[in-house]
C-alpha cells in the first residue's frame, strides 16, 4: 500500500470507529468535546484530535488509527492497515460532539479570565461549589482571595492554571452539567495555598484539591494543586519544579482507581529521581469530593491515616 493510500484511510476511518467495532464503550460522563473517553473493561482508550489521534492514560501507548489497531491486537502493520480498511464507511452510532465554529477573533486566554468575574456569596457558582460540591464557604473565600477561581457560564467554576510566572494559562471548567477545559488554554498546575508550602499535595481536579484542602483544614504549610485530568508535559515539568525546591515533600493524593495509581507512581518517580520524600494519600471513595461529601452526609472515613 502506497503512501496516499495510508493518508486516504488514515482521513476515512475514525479511532472511535475501530474502538467500537472493537466492542469499546464511550464514557460520557468522563469525555469532553476535544477527549472522548472509551473504556473496556478496566481499560482506558482516549481519542483525540477530532478522532485523528489518540492515547493510553495508564500507559505510553498513543498514536494515529493504525497504531491503534495493532494496539486492540493487529499483527504488524499490514494487518493494521487491513483492519483499517475494512471500517471505510463504517458509521460510529456513539454520540460524538462537532466542534464548535471557531469565533473569528478569539480573545485571549487572559482577557477571557479577566471578563469573568470571581464567585460571590449565593451566585449560582459559589451555590454549585457549596452545595452540591460541599466546599466549605471559607474555602471558597479564600480560594476567591487567591485569585483562582471564575464564574463560567450557567452556574460553572472556572479554576486557574498558572505558569511558573504566576501567570494565567488555562483553568478547569466544572459545573452541574458542564466538564471541560479552558479553549486554547494550556494544562499545568492548579495551586491553592501558600506558593512556598513544604508539603504539596497532588490532586487531578481543582474542586478534588479544595475538598482536601476542607477534610485537612487546610494546613498552613500545604500548597494543594491539580493536574486537571490529566498530566501534560507542562505539568510534568511544574512538579518536577516544584519537588527540586529545598525541604519539599509530595503527597501522591490522586484518584482511588488505576489512573489515580499510575499518576501516583509517576509522581513517586519524581520524587525518587530528585530525592525527597513521597507519601500516598488514597481517598476512600473514588475522589477527594466524594469523601467531603460522604463526610458532611455524616459517613465516617478513616481519612488521611498515613499521613497525619
Given at each position: 500500500?502506497?503512501?496516499?493510500d495510508?493518508?486516504?484511510?488514515?482521513?476515512?476511518?475514525?479511532?472511535?470507529?475501530?474502538?467500537?467495532?472493537?466492542?469499546?464503550?464511550?464514557?460520557?460522563?468522563?469525555?469532553?468535546?476535544?477527549?472522548l473517553?472509551y473504556?473496556?473493561?478496566?481499560?482506558?482508550?482516549?481519542?483525540?484530535?477530532?478522532?485523528?489521534?489518540?492515547?493510553?492514560?495508564?500507559?505510553?501507548?498513543?498514536g494515529?488509527?493504525?497504531?491503534?489497531?495493532?494496539?486492540?491486537?493487529?499483527?504488524?502493520?499490514?494487518?493494521?492497515?487491513?483492519?483499517?480498511?475494512?471500517?471505510?464507511?463504517?458509521?460510529?452510532?456513539?454520540?460524538?460532539?462537532?466542534?464548535?465554529?471557531?469565533?473569528?477573533?478569539?480573545?485571549?486566554?487572559?482577557?477571557?479570565?479577566?471578563?469573568?468575574?470571581?464567585?460571590?456569596?449565593?451566585?449560582?457558582?459559589?451555590?454549585?461549589?457549596?452545595?452540591?460540591?460541599?466546599?466549605?464557604?471559607?474555602?471558597?473565600?479564600?480560594?476567591?482571595?487567591?485569585?483562582?477561581?471564575?464564574?463560567?457560564?450557567?452556574?460553572?467554576?472556572?479554576?486557574?492554571?498558572?505558569?511558573?510566572?504566576?501567570?494565567?494559562?488555562?483553568?478547569?471548567e466544572?459545573?452541574?452539567?458542564?466538564?471541560?477545559?479552558?479553549t486554547?488554554?494550556?494544562?499545568?498546575?492548579?495551586?491553592?495555598?501558600?506558593?512556598?508550602?513544604v508539603?504539596?499535595?497532588?490532586?487531578?481536579?481543582a474542586?478534588?484539591?479544595?475538598?482536601?484542602?476542607?477534610?485537612?483544614?487546610?494546613?498552613?504549610?500545604?500548597?494543594?494543586?491539580?493536574?486537571?485530568?490529566?498530566?501534560?508535559?507542562?505539568?510534568?515539568?511544574?512538579?518536577?519544579?516544584?519537588?527540586?525546591?529545598?525541604?519539599?515533600?509530595?503527597?501522591?493524593?490522586?484518584?482511588?482507581?488505576?489512573?489515580?495509581?499510575?499518576?501516583?507512581?509517576?509522581?513517586?518517580?519524581?520524587?525518587?529521581?530528585?530525592?525527597?520524600?513521597?507519601?500516598?494519600?488514597?481517598?476512600?471513595?473514588?475522589?477527594?469530593?466524594?469523601d467531603?461529601?460522604?463526610?458532611?452526609?455524616?459517613?465516617?472515613y478513616?481519612?488521611?491515616?498515613?499521613?497525619?
Amino acid at each position: 500500500m502506497d503512501k496516499k493510500d495510508i493518508e486516504e484511510l488514515r482521513s476515512k476511518v475514525a479511532c472511535a470507529a475501530v474502538l467500537e467495532n472493537d466492542g469499546w464503550k464511550i464514557d460520557l460522563k468522563e469525555s469532553t468535546r476535544r477527549a472522548l473517553k472509551y473504556r473496556s473493561g478496566a481499560d482506558i482508550i482516549i481519542v483525540i484530535h477530532e478522532g485523528r489521534g489518540w492515547f493510553d492514560p495508564l500507559s505510553p501507548a498513543k498514536g494515529d488509527v493504525f497504531d491503534l489497531a495493532k494496539h486492540l491486537g493487529a499483527g504488524g502493520f499490514p494487518e493494521a492497515c487491513d483492519r483499517v480498511a475494512a471500517l471505510v464507511g463504517f458509521v460510529v452510532t456513539a454520540p460524538v460532539w462537532k466542534r464548535a465554529p471557531k469565533p473569528a477573533a478569539t480573545a485571549s486566554i487572559v482577557s477571557r479570565w479577566a471578563r469573568r468575574r470571581p464567585p460571590r456569596p449565593r451566585s449560582a457558582t459559589w451555590n454549585y461549589l457549596a452545595e452540591q460540591r460541599g466546599i466549605p464557604d471559607t474555602i471558597i473565600a479564600a480560594a476567591v482571595a487567591q485569585g483562582r477561581l471564575r464564574e463560567g457560564p450557567q452556574g460553572s467554576m472556572w479554576a486557574a492554571h498558572h505558569d511558573v510566572a504566576g501567570h494565567i494559562i488555562g483553568w478547569e471548567e466544572r459545573g452541574p452539567h458542564w466538564r471541560a477545559f479552558a479553549t486554547a488554554g494550556t494544562k499545568e498546575l492548579f495551586r491553592f495555598g501558600p506558593t512556598g508550602a513544604v508539603r504539596i499535595c497532588i490532586t487531578e481536579a481543582a474542586i478534588d484539591a479544595m475538598s482536601l484542602a476542607a477534610i485537612e483544614l487546610q494546613r498552613s504549610h500545604t500548597l494543594y494543586v491539580s493536574t486537571g485530568g490529566g498530566w501534560s508535559p507542562a505539568t510534568e515539568k511544574a512538579v518536577r519544579r516544584l519537588a527540586e525546591r529545598a525541604n519539599v515533600r509530595l503527597v501522591a493524593a490522586t484518584d482511588n482507581n488505576r489512573q489515580g495509581d499510575v499518576y501516583a507512581e509517576r509522581i513517586r518517580g519524581i520524587a525518587g529521581e530528585t530525592g525527597i520524600e513521597c507519601t500516598r494519600s488514597r481517598p476512600q471513595a473514588v475522589d477527594w469530593n466524594e469523601d467531603l461529601r460522604g463526610l458532611l452526609a455524616g459517613t465516617v472515613y478513616g481519612l488521611l491515616a498515613a499521613n497525619q
